[in-house]
Each structure stands twice: as structure tokens, then as C-alpha cells.
């Protein structure tokens, strides 16, 4: 069974300061990891995701996030966010490659202050 | 290219009445999906089609929910009839493969009374 926890509900930050979103799961199979943005109002768009490969994954709009194996953890990172990152943010588990089986977290809400 | 395109964007009715939601996805997607995005949570997988096929419905309501993708392009969702708790954000995504990404509308949020 699979299953994501997003540690925090909602994040505040400052502009231009630095954000991490938490993000942990558990899978009894083999895992590929999600990162989407949704905005006001607008569907969920792809951020970056993890396949195989480097575990350090970049993604759009300066985002990225590193793939940890002991720790269970895909924590989604951006050195200086703007006020245009504010939006809410789910991690997403599969045990297929792509959007078959997505298993969403409950979300973090980035709200990024003036 | 013209993303995944849903109506409509809002609605708003009374339990025990029936809604339709319809989607459009990305031309030449083969995979189809319905997820329901409650509130407070993350959208959970509905429906799954590959062309005009169900691939998985384990999770949708079957006694009052149902959907159909004729001709393996449009999609439709019902909910007949409708309960409180059906309110919530239906979002469709289209992906060339089950393998592949995601492309999600922008849903319809449902509002039952």
C-alpha cells in the first residue's frame, strides 16, 4: 500500500527567502515521486518528478527536490521564492512511472509574504 | 496545444438532484482520468479510462456516481442523485499513456445544498 504525509499544512515565508516543503511517504513497491503546483482556481500542474536516476531532481520555476531512500522523503526546495509561488503544493506517490495510481497528500499551502 | 478543457467551472445544486460534468481532453490522449479533490485534501482517483475502456473504477460510488467516454475522446461524470458530501473539486486529466504525465483542467467545483 502506498501512502504520502505533507508535514505541514501551510508554510509562510518571506520573499526571496528559502522554503522547503516536507514531504514523506511509504510504498511496498517500487516508487516514482510527484511534485504539483496548484494556483487559484486552475488544475495541478507538474513541478518535477522522480523516476530513476540522480536522486536530485530540478524542476520548473526554480523548484527542486531530492530523493531520499533511508529517510522516505522527497522534500521540494527553492533557494528565493517570489510572491508568484503562492499556491498549494501536493506530493504525489505511483508505482507505475506516470499518472497511473496517483496518490496524492493532503497538501501545503506556500504563502509567500511581501 | 490546447490543455484538458472542462464546463462547467462551477455549480451549485440541491442533494437528491442529478449534475453532469464534461471534459475534453489533450487530442490524441488515450488515458483518461476523474479525480475528486474534497476540500482540505488531495484529489483522489475516481476513474480511469484508456481509450473508451474502464481501467479503474475502484473507487467511485457506483450506486450514484457514473461515467462514460464514447467514442474514446469526451468524457462525461454524473452523480445521480447528489449528497452533501459530494461537494468538492472534479478535475480531468488527460496523459498519452497511463505511463506518461498528467495534464489536469481546471475542474468544476461542485456545491451541493
Known amino acids: 500500500a502506498q501512502s504520502v504525509t505533507q508535514l505541514d499544512s501551510q508554510v509562510p515565508v518571506f520573499e526571496e527567502a528559502p522554503v522547503e516543503l516536507r514531504c514523506n511517504y511509504s510504498?511496498?513497491?517500487?516508487?516514482?515521486l510527484f511534485w504539483y503546483v496548484q494556483y487559484p482556481n486552475q488544475g495541478l500542474q507538474l513541478l518535477l518528478k522522480?523516476?530513476?536516476?540522480?536522486?536530485l531532481v530540478k524542476g520548473i520555476n526554480g523548484f527542486e527536490a531530492e530523493f531520499n531512500k533511508s529517510q522516505t522523503s522527497f522534500h521540494l526546495r527553492k533557494p528565493s521564492v517570489h510572491i508568484s509561488d503562492t499556491a498549494e503544493y501536493f506530493c504525489?506517490?505511483?508505482?507505475?512511472?506516470?499518472?497511473?495510481?496517483?496518490?496524492f497528500g493532503t497538501g501545503t499551502r506556500l504563502t509567500v509574504i511581501p | 496545444e490546447a490543455g484538458v478543457a472542462q464546463s462547467p467551472r462551477y455549480k451549485i445544486i440541491e442533494k437528491r438532484q442529478s449534475v453532469a460534468f464534461w471534459c475534453n481532453p489533450i487530442?490524441?490522449?488515450?488515458?483518461l482520468y476523474w479525480y475528486q479533490q474534497i476540500l482540505g485534501q488531495g484529489p483522489k482517483l475516481l476513474i480511469q479510462f484508456q481509450n473508451n475502456g474502464v481501467v479503474d473504477d475502484s473507487q467511485l460510488p457506483k450506486d450514484r456516481f457514473s461515467a462514460e467516454r464514447l467514442k474514446g475522446v469526451d468524457s462525461t461524470l454524473k452523480i445521480q442523485p447528489a449528497k452533501l458530501e459530494d461537494s468538492a473539486v472534479y478535475l480531468c486529466?488527460?496523459?498519452?499513456?497511463?505511463?506518461?504525465?498528467?495534464?489536469f483542467g481546471q475542474g468544476t467545483r461542485l456545491t451541493v445544498v
Open positions: 510504498s511496498s513497491v517500487s516508487v516514482y
Open positions: 487530442s490524441g490522449h488515450a488515458t
Open positions: 522522480y523516476l530513476s536516476g540522480s536522486t
Open positions: 504525489a506517490v505511483s508505482d507505475h512511472g506516470g499518472a497511473n495510481n496517483l496518490f
Open positions: 486529466a488527460s496523459s498519452l499513456a497511463a505511463v506518461t504525465e498528467a495534464f
